[in-house]
């Protein structure tokens, strides 16, 4: 490997532990320094690994007087396929599927309860408590993915997250080399990994650089004092990003938005201590070689040093050249969020991370389209100028976009339950430029506000054996629900063929009294895309309207209902038409 100067830490039980002399006796595998760390428990061992070194079983000795004990450190062959088979990177081509493993289907009762964890709780019936789902479930379903359209699985973090409560959500790692056992451990993550990839399918790991939880071990008992951020007294983020680029920004905020904890029970990791960083860097590279991870979703990007995630970022990229990471990015305006990923400003910091989380499209895009009134600045007008500032990304087509998330009010219950403004919505979703992201469950109407977060995270029903109904079925699934998900479904599917919604270019008009009308398009296939947010129709003709785009195109076929439209047609009140067009 590229990385092939690994920091190994090795914890004792002794106070005095790291006075013992160190060896290894194994082909290739050098010491190049010992780290003495403050703490006596610990070494930071600085190990070469030539290229001529095979894969086996690398025997780490300490000697302490007379006594030798001997550590077993295994030295694994490369995972094969690096590019085509895992580390495939996550594009515009994909679809990705967000989905809790708690709350999403249980395959192993076995697992439900794992002895001498902290957390005991099983109680489907509060949202606050753990419910069994795990990782086998999510198995269980990847033919009901696949077959809904999907590509590519993100799961909320699967490492140990041995806490004593609210344990259900995964985001405060106890042990980032443990697979916690409850969602089925390193063996199911590997099964889980290796059946996704036979399907084509793809998977996305959770990334938690920022903090860990308050039972971790290197907060409990940390190899050097500085491991995390400490304060004098308890010391919150302000969550305020804006101080990160603003020109006139104290260092003193600069400090209380970066090093600040994001809760009392997740500790700060001070990215910028070469311990730390190694660690971090070494613990994703591993993840994604044990694990066969394509793509990479980073949590809180904006609350970890900036320069720290610039250097793991292009770690991963020179280990595996097609990886993908995204940060979530949850701030307010194109500016602050491009700031994080590849951009085209002449700034001091330049970010490398590929993308984010498309917040500003869906606060300041998708949902005002569909829940305001047009004005001259509002409804699908912010939908429009939001677009518009995409001039500021290297590359707008990998922003992911989506509607919801597990920390975010359903959006069908952000329309009211209105199924036309949903599937409006939707249509958006499947043929807009970037990487589409859904929520589990949004193709079952399943509904929830986050107040508190609980009640977005509810079970898919029909993923535990004594639910009453089936949701992963047709006979499960009620009228309504049914024509929401074939809906889902005939765009998702359609959306995976098409070229000009996968890599093609776009092009938007403005939109006048409500309508919004933008085009995908490549030399083979031209999409239009109909947005009618007025309370009226409107009626269109390509031979008249929109002629940069629709010169040479004499009809229309509707990609839903599967009709052809002519060169005229009529588009009802609250309804979006995708539409391929034909000559």
Request: glycine share 8%.
């Amino acid at each position: 490997m590229q990385w092939n100067k690994v920091q190994l830490l090795v914890h004792g039980t002794t106070n005095d532990f790291n006075k013992q002399e160190v060896s290894i006796n194994y082909p290739g595998i050098i010491i190049q320094k010992i780290n003495r760390l403050e703490n006596g428990k610990y070494f930071a061992l600085d190990i070469l690994i030539k290229a001529s070194a095979k894969p086996g079983i690398v025997k780490i000795n300490f000697k302490d007087g007379d006594k030798i004990n001997t550590v077993e450190w295994p030295l694994n062959k490369r995972r094969e396929g690096r590019g085509t088979k895992f580390a495939q990177g996550v594009t515009s081509s994909d679809l990705i599927y967000l989905l809790m493993p708690d709350r999403f289907s249980n395959g192993d009762y076995s697992n439900d309860k794992v002895a001498g964890m902290r957390d005991q709780s099983l109680n489907r019936d509060s949202i606050f408590t753990r419910h069994g789902g795990d990782m086998q479930g999510v198995i269980n379903h990847l033919g009901y993915l696949q077959d809904l359209g999907v590509t590519t699985v993100w799961m909320t973090p699967v490492l140990e997250n041995d806490m004593r409560n609210r344990t259900e959500h995964g985001y405060a790692f106890t042990n980032e080399y443990k697979i916690d056992p409850r969602l089925g451990g390193a063996e199911a993550y590997k099964n889980l990994s290796d059946s996704l990839h036979k399907r084509g399918m793809k998977l996305i790991q959770d990334a938690v650089y920022n903090h860990v939880g308050s039972e971790n071990i290197f907060y409990l008992d940390p190899p050097v004092k500085d491991w995390v951020h400490h304060w004098d007294t308890y010391t919150n983020t302000t969550f305020k990003d804006q101080c990160l680029f603003d020109p006139y920004a104290s260092a003193e905020d600069k400090k209380k938005m970066s090093d600040g904890w994001f809760t009392r029970q997740m500790p700060d990791m001070n990215e910028s201590n070469p311990y730390v960083a190694n660690f971090l860097i070494q613990h994703a590279i591993w993840c994604v070689e044990e694990f066969g991870i394509d793509g990479w979703r980073i949590d809180t990007y904006p609350y970890n040093d900036l320069d720290f995630m610039n250097h793991c970022n292009q770690a991963l990229v020179n280990e595996y050249p097609k990886m993908t990471m995204f940060g979530e990015t949850w701030v307010h305006g194109v500016p602050n969020q491009s700031y994080f990923c590849q951009n085209n400003y002449n700034i001091p910091f330049k970010s490398n991370l590929t993308a984010t989380t498309d917040f500003q499209q869906l606060f300041y895009g998708i949902t005002p389209a569909i829940n305001d009134k047009f004005g001259w600045t509002d409804g699908v007008n912010k939908l429009y100028t939001t677009t518009a500032q995409d001039f500021v990304y290297k590359n707008p087509m990998n922003e992911v976009i989506f509607l919801d998330n597990h920390d975010l009010p359903r959006f069908y219950s952000v329309v009211g339950e209105d199924t036309s403004k949903y599937k409006m919505a939707f249509a958006w979703l499947m043929t807009f430029r970037g990487i589409p992201e859904m929520y589990y469950g949004s193709e079952i109407l399943m509904t929830g506000f986050t107040n508190p977060d609980g009640n977005v995270r509810k079970d898919f029903m029909g993923g535990w054996k004594e639910d009453s109904l089936n949701k992963f079925t047709a006979a499960g699934r009620t009228d309504k629900e049914n024509d929401l998900f074939n809906y889902i479904r005939t765009l998702a599917n359609f959306r995976k063929n098409s070229s000009a919604i996968k890599t093609g270019k776009m092009m938007q008009y403005v939109p006048q009294d409500g309508l919004y009308v933008y085009f995908r398009y490549d030399a083979a296939q031209t999409v239009m895309c109909v947005m009618n947010t007025d309370e009226k129709e409107r009626t269109i003709d390509i031979k008249k309207e929109f002629t940069e785009r629709t010169t040479g195109f004499t009809k229309a076929k509707n990609v839903v209902t599967g009709t052809e439209e002519g060169s005229s047609f009529t588009i009802p009140a609250k309804k979006m038409f995708v539409l391929q067009l034909e000559k």
